[in-house]
């Protein structure tokens, strides 16, 4: 083999890395059983304060916030309700805007998924460019080639105006009988 990796490796390693890590994620434990203040705190912080709008129930030491955690952890305390059954209560209530992370269905997941597969296009059509690029022959250097540069660049225009101009002048003249 030689120094290059062929492509099908480097794609296999890439499956494989992608792969193991979306493996950790799957199985990693969800931490098992967890207390009721944690419940309570866990879904406070997903809940928008009616009164501040831009903090969670958790941040907000709000007399309506103070309220909503005591509702809550009444409804897991007392009423025994999922933490699903509470989300859908308070959307309910206050509507989708009430939950500070949309809920990922419908039009929500095309938000959330369009700018993954935005990037994921973007990225695969900048491989294909270069690989497209690194295809193409390169060009040979023939031995006229260096003369033909050299000869360019000095009668090449300078940048300077006044030196520009004076150039023109001498071309036309040299150009009229």
Same mark, same amino acid.
């Given at each position: 083999?030689?120094?290059?990796? +062929?492509? =099908?490796?480097?794609? @296999?390693?890439? *499956?494989?890395?992608? @792969? ?5 994620? %799957? ?8 207390? &009721? ?9 997903e $809940?928008?304060? %009616?009164?501040?709008?831009?903090? !969670?129930?958790?941040? !907000?030491?709000? &007399?309506?916030? #103070? ?5 809550i ?17 308070y ?8 939950? $500070?992370? &949309? !809920?990922?269905?419908? /039009?929500?997941?095309?938000? =959330? ?11 695969? @059509?900048?491989?294909?460019? $270069?690989?497209?690029?690194?295809? #193409?022959?390169?060009?040979? %250097? +023939? &031995?006229?080639?260096?003369? /033909?540069?050299?000869? $360019?660049?000095?009668t ?8 520009? !101009?004076? *150039?023109?002048?001498?071309?036309a003249?040299? %150009?009229?009988?």
């Amino acid at each position: 083999m030689s120094g290059r990796l +062929r492509p =099908w490796a480097v794609w @296999g390693g890439l *499956v494989v890395v992608v @792969g193991a890590a979306f493996a950790v994620v %799957v199985a990693s434990p969800g931490g098992g059983p967890r207390t &009721p203040a944690e419940r309570v705190h866990s879904l406070a912080a997903e $809940l928008r304060c %009616v009164e501040c709008q831009g903090l !969670s129930v958790a941040d !907000s030491n709000s &007399p309506t916030a #103070q309220r909503m955690r005591a509702d809550i952890e009444r409804r897991i305390v007392e009423e025994r309700q999922t933490d699903a059954e509470i989300r859908r209560a308070y959307v309910d209530r206050y509507g989708e805007w009430i939950l $500070l992370r &949309p !809920s990922g269905g419908g /039009l929500d997941a095309l938000v =959330w998924a369009l700018p993954v597969v935005a990037i994921m296009l973007g990225a695969a @059509g900048i491989g294909v460019a $270069l690989w497209r690029w690194r295809r #193409q022959p390169r060009p040979e %250097v +023939r &031995p006229g080639d260096e003369e /033909l540069v050299a000869d $360019l660049r000095r009668t090449s225009t300078p940048a300077d105006p006044a030196a520009t !101009s004076e *150039v023109a002048a001498t071309k036309a003249t040299e %150009v009229r009988p």
